[in-house]
C-alpha cells in the first residue's frame, strides 16, 4: 500500500479518540479558555522544538532526512504565539506539563534509538496541522477574540497549496527506503504519538475543570459574601 495508505488505515481508530476527547470535542464546539490554550500554545512549542531539533540532528539519515522540510518547522511561529500570550519574557514564563514531558522524552529516546520512528511523530503532527488544525484555528480565532494574534501556529506562509504539499508529502513517505518490519514499527509508534497527545489533552481538560470548580467556587463565596 504505501508507508503513507498504512499510517492512515493504521492509525484511523487513534485519530478519532484523540478528536473525541473531551477537550478536542469543547474545543470543536468553540469552548476553551485562553488559559487552557495558551497551555497548548507553549506546551506544543517544547514538543516541536524537540521534534525539529532531532530531525536536523538526523540530516544524513536517509530515512528522516527527507523529513527535514523548512516550510513545516513551528518554532518560530509558536515562539511568536507564546510572546503574545506571556510577553517579552515568555521562556521565563512556560512550563511543560507532566504529559508534555512525557511526550518530549519519547521524542529524544526514538530519535536516538531508533530513528525511522521519527517518522510517526513527524507525520502525527504535521499532517494535522495542515488538515484539521486549520478548523481549530478558526475556532480559537472565534472563541478568543484573538483576531489573528496568538495564532501563527496555524499558518504555513511558505505553503501556497495546502492540498498539493500533503499529497507530495504522502508521495515522499511512499519512498522512503523502509522494510515492512519498520513500517509497522511506525505505524504502532504514530498509534503512540497519537496516545501521547491525548494525554496532553486530557491533563489540559484536568485543568479546565479545575479552573470550572474554582469559578464556581468564588462565585458561591462571593454570593455568601453579599449576603452577611
Not at 30 to 53: A, D, P, T
Not at 123 to 142: F, H, M, P, V
Not at 167 to 177: E, F, V
Request: proline share 3%; net charge neutral.
Amino acid at each position: 500500500m504505501g508507508l503513507a495508505k498504512d499510517l492512515k488505515e493504521g492509525t484511523k481508530q487513534s485519530h478519532s479518540a484523540a478528536e473525541n476527547t473531551k477537550f478536542v470535542s469543547s474545543f470543536l464546539r468553540g469552548v476553551v479558555s485562553e488559559e487552557n490554550y495558551r497551555q497548548l500554545i507553549s506546551n506544543f512549542y517544547f514538543v516541536y522544538h524537540e521534534i525539529e531539533k532531532e530531525i536536523r540532528r538526523l540530516k544524513d539519515n536517509p530515512l528522516v532526512s527527507p523529513l527535514n522540510i523548512p516550510e513545516l518547522y513551528r518554532v518560530d511561529a509558536l515562539a511568536k504565539d507564546c510572546e503574545y500570550f506571556y510577553g517579552y519574557n515568555w521562556k521565563d514564563n512556560i512550563y511543560p506539563t507532566q504529559a508534555c514531558k512525557q511526550y518530549v522524552a519519547r521524542i529524544g529516546e526514538v530519535a536516538h534509538e531508533d530513528p525511522e520512528l521519527l517518522i510517526g511523530h513527524h507525520y502525527t503532527r504535521y499532517l494535522g496541522d495542515l488538515s484539521g488544525g486549520q478548523i481549530l484555528k478558526n475556532i480559537a480565532e472565534k472563541a478568543l477574540n484573538l483576531q489573528d494574534r496568538g495564532l501563527e501556529f496555524y499558518n504555513f506562509p511558505e505553503i501556497d497549496n495546502k492540498k498539493d504539499f500533503k499529497n507530495n508529502y504522502r508521495a515522499t513517505l511512499n519512498k522512503l527506503p523502509v522494510t515492512q518490519s519498520q513500517v509497522s514499527a511506525i505505524v504502532t509508534e504514530a498509534n503512540y504519538a497519537f496516545r501521547l497527545n491525548m494525554f496532553m489533552f486530557d491533563e489540559l481538560q484536568g485543568n479546565a475543570f479545575k479552573s470550572t470548580l474554582a469559578y464556581i467556587c468564588a462565585t458561591i463565596k462571593g454570593k455568601t459574601d453579599a449576603t452577611t
